[in-house]
């Protein structure tokens, strides 16, 4: 048996006095319970605003593209950008769960199920914006390789855009279903306790007819440690392909080589920033504030700075090459990005993604909630002028003058985006009330080493000196 | 806990017989090719200095980043070894005064009749885009951003070091010294960033093609820096624990630093390929004339070589999980990834002076060798001169309950 044991310079995972039983009870019990009046409110709001997209988009595909205010010389306008910006949200739920994995952070435990839930309804919404700029929509099954029905049409494997369809496709599955498998032993858990059939139904029918047996648990490890595996080149290569959309091309701005990492980098920056916003306020609501724990926080706020000064390094990076290469075209590219009529998007982004966060290096102010909810909003509001900024501004000014234009977005635009926003919180309102926010069985795996009640026991062994430890430690392998 | 480390004959008489063939190597290459009248023998005695110093250097360097980055991630695993990055780290300044005087010379002293055929910026007149990088690549600035790097990067070396060694002295479970670091490893990174990360192999190794360029270049140094920084350590540990020291290192410890090697190979790997595929796809003859030379033109086969050793047989070789708990494999691949990434170095700074004229025999394996000599000699020096085990380390028992 291995020994429960966590150095005290640590600070417990789980706060509070708690028992197995008492960790069930604080995350299950708000599913059994009647939602509050502010969970009606928020839902029915998100619902509408969910409505409000399906307006828009049907407009859209009913009168087609041209009522958007993208043009000749901006082809990608709201719709691109904002479907990178949802696909860079999706990441830090795999990061949490496949690389934060590998790399044995206990901290993951408490914020992995909603992270993953939001990387799932992230991508969800994300995969609207492509599907709804082909205009003719009916036509979108070609972008799949479907043979020989549509003679020699086949879609250009040598295009990045391509890619993307595989990557997302991919990406989506592997999240679903890593997200799913760790919810069966909870969806058990639900049952166990339902009081009524048909939760004790519909929970059973979730959870796979689960038992908890040796056998279970032994196929259950198994299986994610292979999701693991799988998802972990994944959290690279969506991110890597969605940047080869631009960085393939040869259009200035676009064609650099450091965008596959510097995107990876910012979509977990922005994925980050978005669990903070969602876990604020469900630790919060749902009262789990001990399981979600100041040192999350603090924690996530860690990966946001540094992940945010990486981004930094990549604009300032790009920014010197473009003087550096000695292209003209490049030169001015970066010229009209910041100077030019859409210099607010250049600094917005600047500003909100590298200057704000690195106030993230006080320790005060990682740890203080109200700045980090106000943060994650400033950094998501960052990323998306980031996509923005690498779009509209490297397109607006065409190489021919004549063909230079200023683009905004139109009603059904702006629609459309909002009602992404709808689907994304429809999802995860009713998330946060049918299913476990927090997954109850890795945070019992983790409870006896990290629990605060627990790690106080383990005084005796701090009080000990390394040579009585080892001692005791060969001792017990005997 | 304290363990002490006396360097065993044999391993010091490697070092010095080492060092005395990279002497030995540098005296005859200073004869036969400065002394000679072929422009490519002197062109070639320099680069081949600058290649192994940088890369001696910047793996070096990457010990210093390793202790940054596992204090910030509050890291328990790598304390069981962590004097062998310290002592490599500790000793970056050695690498710095080597690297720099090197690095300085030929920027400023080298020339083969009047032209500078390694940097050639430093005569950027009647070349239009040499003289629009002026501003960036001049000797000033080069001179300026070397010392300042290596100045700052030697203190961090020291420093980490000195800190870890005021631990074991600190009121038992003191944790003072230990937040002191965390606080040093996160100014560390700011500097990393703003050299290894950026400006420090533009102007080191970038600039020899100094035409070309490619925004994704610094990070494919350092990834490349990392991963045999990483394999050299595991040399370290693994050679310690085969003279009986590191009591407290298990399979499981090793286990970790072969993750890290793979993990980091495949890293490079993607940096690699990124830059690569982008520029073929553009296919900018500015950008590929890079990589026509490389693949197609003299060196294809050394490029070739880069790809299979660096990447094919990492993924191969140490993917499954007892390969990584085998004594022997992770000491053969650690060899194997320090040669492969020599090699990308190589690649990285010859073509461009060199063109077809370039030569992988006695002098380059010689310099190498000396300073690989070199390496062994300073840091098992440095070893000696503590406890192997970080006493007094808050997070020393979760080191030894550690499971991969």
């Known amino acids: ?478 | 806990m304290t363990e002490r480390f006396e360097i065993p004959a044999r391993l010091r008489n490697t070092s010095l017989a080492l060092i005395a063939v990279g002497v030995l190597v540098l005296i005859l290459g200073g004869v036969t090719m400065l002394g000679g009248h072929d422009h490519h023998d002197k062109t070639r005695f320099w680069l081949v200095l600058l290649q192994n110093s940088v890369f001696f250097l910047l793996l070096s360097v990457a010990s210093v980043f390793i202790q940054a980055a596992a204090s910030l991630a509050q890291g328990g695993w790598i304390v069981a070894y962590k004097r062998v990055p310290e002592a490599i780290g500790a000793n970056v300044w050695v690498f710095g005064l080597i690297a720099g005087a090197i690095l300085i010379f030929i920027a400023t002293g080298f020339s083969v009749d009047g032209h500078n055929t390694i940097y050639h910026w430093v005569h950027p007149e009647g070349d239009r885009i040499l003289e629009g990088k002026k501003a960036f690549l001049n000797k000033e600035m080069f001179i300026g951003f070397t010392i300042v790097t290596i100045a700052l990067w030697s203190f961090f070396g020291r420093k980490f070091r000195a800190l870890s060694l005021a631990q074991e002295n600190a009121p038992k479970n003191s944790t003072k010294v230990y937040w002191t670091m965390f606080k040093w490893s996160a100014g560390f990174l700011l500097v990393y960033a703003l050299t290894q990360m950026s400006t420090t192999p533009w102007l080191w190794i970038m600039s020899i093609d100094a035409h070309w360029y490619s925004t994704m270049f610094s990070w494919y140094t350092f990834a490349s820096a990392f991963v045999s920084g990483m394999s050299v350590i595991l040399l370290f540990v693994v050679f310690l624990k085969n003279n009986g020291n590191l009591e407290l290192v298990t399979k499981e410890h090793i286990h970790d630093l072969g993750k890290f090697m793979f993990a980091f190979s495949v890293f490079w790997t993607y940096v690699w390929f990124a830059q690569y595929m982008l520029i073929w796809y553009s296919n900018i003859p500015e950008e590929t004339t890079y990589f026509k030379m490389r693949q197609h033109g003299p060196y294809s086969l050394i490029w070739y070589s880069v790809f299979i050793i660096n990447f094919i047989m990492p993924i191969l070789i140490l993917m499954a999980r007892p390969s990584k708990r085998n004594y022997f494999t992770v000491t053969f691949m650690a060899m194997v990834i320090i040669f492969g990434h020599w090699l990308d170095f190589y690649i990285m700074t010859m073509p461009g002076p060199l063109g077809k004229h370039w030569h992988l025999g006695w002098y380059e394996l010689g310099i190498f060798m000396g300073f690989a000599g070199l390496l062994i000699f300073v840091v098992s020096n440095t070893l000696t001169k503590s406890s192997l085990v970080p006493g007094n380390h808050p997070l020393l028992k979760e080191a030894m309950l550690h499971q991969s």
């Open chain 1, 1 to 478: 048996m291995h020994l429960k044991y966590e150095s005290f310079v640590r600070e417990p995972l789980v706060d509070g006095d708690k028992t197995y039983h008492q960790v069930t009870e604080d995350i299950i019990s708000p599913i059994e319970k009647k939602p509050g009046r502010m969970w009606y409110v928020g839902f029915f709001f998100s619902v509408a605003l969910l409505l409000l997209g399906v307006f828009s988009v049907t407009w859209e595909v009913y009168y087609g593209i041209g009522v958007w205010g993208i043009n000749r010389t901006v082809g990608w306008g709201w719709d691109i950008t904002n479907f990178v910006w949802w696909v860079g949200i999706g990441h830090a739920g795999t990061l949490i769960s496949a690389i934060l994995l590998l790399f044995r952070q206990g901290w993951r435990t408490g914020v992995n199920r909603a992270a993953e839930a939001m990387t799932i309804f992230a991508v969800m919404c994300a995969g609207q914006f492509p599907i709804f700029h082909m205009g003719r929509v009916w036509d979108g099954f070609f972008v799949l390789p479907y043979p020989n029905s549509r003679g020699p049409l086949w879609p250009n494997f040598n295009s990045a855009l391509l890619w993307d369809v595989f990557a997302i496709s991919t990406y989506f599955t592997v999240s679903l279903l890593f997200w799913y498998s760790g919810l069966i032993p909870d969806f058990a858990t639900v049952r166990d306790r339902a009081k009524t059939k048909l939760r004790k139904r519909l929970y059973g029918l979730a959870s796979f007819g689960w038992t908890g047996t040796a056998k279970n648990w032994q196929r259950h490890e198994a299986l994610s440690l292979v999701l693991a595996g799988l998802s972990t080149p994944l959290v690279l290569s969506v991110h890597t392909i969605v940047s080869f959309d631009f960085a393939t091309s040869v259009i200035p701005g676009w064609h650099t080589t450091i965008f596959p990492p510097y995107f990876v980098a910012g979509a977990i920056f922005s994925g980050f920033a978005m669990v903070q916003t969602l876990l604020i306020v469900c630790r919060k609501i749902l009262g789990l504030e001990d399981y979600i724990t100041i040192g999350h926080l603090e924690a996530m706020n860690k990966v946001i700075v540094l992940t945010g000064s990486i981004v930094g390094v990549a604009y300032l990076t790009e920014l010197f090459m473009s003087w550096y290469s000695g292209v003209l075209y490049e030169q001015e590219a970066f010229k009209w990005r910041i100077l030019g009529p859409y210099w607010w998007s250049y600094w917005a982004m600047m500003t909100c993604n590298v200057v704000s966060p690195q106030l993230f290096w006080f320790k005060k102010l990682r740890r203080n909630v109200p700045f980090t909810f106000i943060m994650s909003i400033v950094v998501n509001i960052g990323m998306w002028f980031e996509r923005f900024v690498i779009i509209v501004t490297s397109l607006y000014r065409d190489y021919l003058p004549g063909s230079w234009t200023y683009y905004s977005p139109t009603w059904p635009e702006i629609g459309f985006y909002l009602g992404t926003f709808g689907l994304f919180f429809t999802c995860f309102f009713l998330f946060a009330k049918y299913f476990p926010v927090i997954a109850v069985a890795e945070i019992k795996f983790v409870l006896k080493t990290s629990g605060e009640n627990y790690k106080k026991k383990m005084e005796t062994i701090d009080a000990k000196s390394a040579e009585e430890f080892k001692h005791e430690l060969d001792h017990a392998h005997h």
